[in-house]
């Protein structure tokens, strides 16, 4: 244990800066996953696998001389065909079973996208510098890079979008009758196949800007899927479904509460510590649960 | 119906029992020396596998046509049978048994990586197999009393130790204040105790010590405890992804220290993806072109460059080098044996004590390489951008001299 992070304030407020703009980017990739859940009632496993896919069109843009902030335009483009492709094949089969199902299905897509990304890009750890500099504050005592807030500042206008588009166009409005009840939309002549479709294509777009905004902030490697899902999962669970500012604080919340366990325990604990509030959180709901149970009775 | 499938069943049982009787003949066929090697040439470590294998085969062909290995007056020829062990511990170690026991192999080649080597030397040392390793460096491989185990490398614990004594000696003579990263591996745990020992050694205190996790990919808050330590070395061993992490983070974390080592380097080709915010930084090598061993099979480091380059598009890392140079010891060893028994080879290899382009090689009681230092590097930019790696240590071998203390961010 280390407690350094409390006893130089400007260690706190980077940790909490770098954690609310880490949280931001776990939001976007989360509130996809919950837009999906609520609409299909689907929890998609490959969605970490999705963000990274989105990472190497960024990567491969960057390769070829085009600055990988362009990714954040043409991965969610294609990674919205591709959504709708892999709904087309494979989650219509499961969209209406129940959720163990589709938790085997999207777990096998998971281990086909890993597996297909290693043989087509190699097992590399790769990344793409946007070389945004760096921003000093409090007398160059936190730094924050800009790419950062780059991911940060494209979340929000992402998700601002999303919200927009939700709320005001005729497939925004399909998508939310049918994620409050699919048979009624159904019977009102809405065309859940497409909405479904859409969806799907939807979340994976998200997950395809959070990718290439994931390979100018970080790293990317085809096996490095797995804590993103992990990570949306856990935020969606915490702020529930079709609650965007919800999933929005409970991402940021995320986002402090890793770089503060980075801190205290140590980088090893990183993602451990995730686990570990995802169970603790799954347990207090349960408890809470049959609380409320007895109280019925 | 039910006799049919016993019938079948025993048929095909002594189907099996024929083909591996026969096939246990293979280790030598006419003048084919067989050996058997389970590479990765899937999975995570599918690129320095590849590395590997590019090794191996431009040493056989090598050796083949310069005349081959001469053992009893007669002439073989080397061919290896590779496997695809997907970068998996359980799958190398059942190749490693299907290779010895089904296929006949009587002479192993090493895997890529400490943790498919350990995987693969306890089926190896139960069958009596020579095998030739140059890709797994983690200590622990060479304190369990294997007989039949070769490493042609240095091991794990010397990758980062002399640039702890390279800061010291800067520092002239003083001991020194170090922070480390390493990731939880065996491997980079190895390398933290070589470097815990330098530390012991030299009097010298570490400040920060921290884990990395396998899925690193961002390491802010060890960096900004070193922002807030200042100490006088900053080591980091995470394999490429630590290397290319810690040097994105720095860079935009403009993260101030006289001197950064580093392992994985060229792996991660640190110069090629940072481009000049990977100057100054030291890497831990165990091998460079640069370097002056010679051997009569590839003359030297920078010709064995050339023609690794000329056959397969791309510069050779270490990875290739010290793999090439297993073949050498593997045909020196047959032809002092002078035979193909299995204890003898043995005992030759044991005996080893050559020189290859790759290094001296002779190998302790416990089979790791002691006669063959580790050197470092330094990425070096020309003011065009274009980045090098320059030998500074050991002073032996160095190319270019080393450039310390790091400049400080705001002076780039």
């Given at each position: 244990m280390d407690f350094m992070v409390f006893q130089y304030p400007m260690i706190t407020v980077q940790a909490c800066l770098d954690g609310i703009l880490l949280g931001i980017l776990f939001a976007l990739i989360a509130y996809g996953m919950a837009l999906q859940w609520g609409v299909m009632n689907i929890i998609n496993i490959a969605q970490g696998d999705l963000v990274i896919l989105g990472g190497y069109i960024a990567y491969f843009m960057y390769l070829y001389?085009?600055?990988?902030?362009?990714g954040v335009i043409v991965a969610p483009v294609i990674m919205y065909f591709l959504g709708v492709l892999i709904y087309k094949l494979v989650i219509n089969k499961v969209v209406d079973r129940d959720l163990f199902i589709s938790i085997l299905a999207t777990f096998g897509i998971s281990i086909l996208f890993m597996q297909l990304m290693n043989f087509a890009f190699g097992a590399d750890v790769v990344l793409a510098n946007s070389d945004y500099g760096t921003t000093m504050l409090f007398n160059n005592n936190v730094v924050l890079p800009n790419s950062k807030l780059f991911s940060a500042f494209i979340s929000i206008l992402f998700a601002i979008c999303l919200v927009i588009y939700m709320k005001k166009s005729k497939l925004g409005r399909a998508i939310r009758a049918t994620a409050q009840n699919a048979r009624a939309a159904k019977i009102l002549g809405v065309d859940t196949e497409k909405v479904y479709a859409a969806t799907f294509g939807i979340n994976a777009a998200l997950c395809g800007v959070a990718g290439a905004l994931i390979s100018i902030t970080f790293t990317i490697h085809p096996y490095m899927g797995l804590p993103y899902t992990i990570r949306s999962f856990m935020i969606v669970i915490v702020a529930?479904?079709?609650n965007l500012p919800g999933v929005a604080m409970s991402g940021m919340g995320l986002g402090v509460f890793e770089e503060f366990a980075d801190y205290i325990l140590g980088t090893e604990f990183r993602i451990g510590s995730v686990f570990l509030l995802l169970v603790l959180i799954l347990v207090y709901r349960r408890f809470k649960l049959s609380r409320k149970r007895e109280y019925l009775k | 119906m039910r006799l049919n499938r016993i019938i079948l069943s025993f048929v095909s049982a002594l189907v099996i029992l024929f083909s591996t009787s026969v096939a246990s003949?293979?280790?030598?066929v006419g003048d084919k020396i067989i050996l058997g090697a389970a590479i990765s040439?899937?999975?995570?470590?599918s690129s320095n596998g590849v590395h590997t294998q590019n090794g191996y085969n431009m040493a056989v062909d090598r050796i083949n046509s310069m005349g081959g290995v001469k053992v009893g007056g007669k002439t073989y020829k080397f061919d290896i049978i590779y496997y695809d062990d997907e970068s998996n511990p359980k799958r190398a170690a059942q190749l490693a048994e299907r290779l010895i026991s089904?296929?006949?192999?009587e002479f192993m080649l090493g895997p890529y990586s400490s943790g498919l080597t350990k995987a693969i030397a306890p089926v190896t040392e139960k069958y009596g197999v020579p095998m030739v390793e140059a890709n797994g460096a983690s200590r622990s491989l060479f304190t369990k009393?294997?007989?039949y185990l070769f490493a042609v490398l240095a091991p794990?614990?010397?990758?980062?130790?002399v640039a702890i004594d390279l800061a010291v000696e800067k520092n002239n003579g003083k001991p020194v204040t170090v922070a480390m990263a390493f990731e939880q591996d065996a491997f980079s745990q190895d390398v933290r105790l070589g470097v815990l020992d330098a530390i012991k050694r030299t009097g010298s205190k570490k400040v920060i010590d921290d884990k990395l996790p396998?899925?690193?990919?961002?390491m802010a808050a060890t960096l900004v405890k070193v922002k807030q330590m200042k100490p006088d070395v900053l080591v980091v061993s995470g394999h490429t992804k630590g290397a290319l992490t810690a040097i994105r983070q720095i860079a935009e974390m403009k993260v101030d220290v006289p001197m950064l080592a580093m392992t994985h380097c060229d792996a991660a080709k640190l110069s090629k993806q940072h481009g000049k915010n990977s100057q100054y930084a030291l890497c831990a090598s165990?091998?460079?072109?640069?370097?002056?061993y010679k051997d009569?099979?590839?003359?030297d480091g920078m010709t064995y460059a050339a023609d690794f380059e000329k056959e397969f598009g791309y510069d050779p890392p270490y990875q290739s080098a010290e793999s090439s140079a297993a073949l050498l010891v593997f045909k020196d060893a047959f032809e002092r044996a002078n035979s193909f028994d299995q204890k003898k080879v043995r005992d030759a290899l044991a005996a080893t004590n050559m020189q290859t382009f790759y290094g001296n090689i002779k190998f302790a009681p416990g089979g790791q390489n002691v006669d063959k230092p580790m050197v470092l590097f330094q990425v070096m930019c020309d003011d065009s951008g274009k980045c090098e790696n320059k030998v500074?240590?050991?002073?032996?071998?160095?190319s270019a001299k080393l450039i310390h203390p790091v400049p400080k961010w705001s002076e780039r």
């Open positions: 001389g085009i600055h990988p902030a362009w529930g479904l079709g | 003949f293979a280790k030598v040439l899937t999975g995570k470590y089904q296929d006949g192999v009393g294997y007989k794990a614990n010397l990758y980062l130790d396998k899925e690193l990919n961002d165990q091998w460079h072109k640069t370097l002056t009569n099979f590839f003359k500074v240590a050991p002073t032996k071998w160095a």
